[in-house]
């Protein structure tokens, strides 16, 4: 499937109930990439809270570093259907993998379901291959 058709996908198939390990940003990049690529990246990690999902990312010492250990090498640059890494807040303490959609990044909250970031935040990035 191409970028902006999975993109759609994982936007309609969001579980409009939210929660964490169902409806957050990690599940949503995952949604995603398994539409592009076929294959499912997250399906090792089970979790259903935000407690239990920020000690898979400490395990991996880090977001950047699971989206790595998962996705493969970082790329220099982002281009639109790229999974990214968004810098949320001005401190630089809060981080959420979404979907470069060209003009905005995609990404999921479990509280607060769909939000659109502006492209300056990205961090990171990773071609779906």
Not at 63 to 81: F, I, M, Q, R, Y
Not at 90 to 107: K, M
């Amino acid at each position: 499937m191409n970028w902006p058709d999975a993109l759609e996908h994982a936007i309609d198939t969001q579980d409009p109930s939210g929660g964490w390990g169902v409806a957050d940003c990690c599940q949503f990049v995952n949604r995603y990439y398994r539409a592009v690529t076929g294959k499912d990246v997250a399906g090792a990690f089970q979790y259903a809270s935000q407690a239990q999902a920020l000690r898979i990312v400490a395990e991996h010492g880090g977001l950047k570093t699971l989206l790595t250990d998962v996705l493969g090498p970082s790329d220099e640059e982002s281009h639109p259907g790229d999974v990214v890494l968004v810098r949320l807040d001005e401190d630089g303490q809060l981080y959420a993998p979404g979907i470069h959609a060209g003009y905005c990044v995609h990404l999921v909250h479990p509280d607060y379901g769909l939000l659109r970031v502006d492209t300056n935040r990205i961090e990171g990035a990773w071609r779906c291959r």
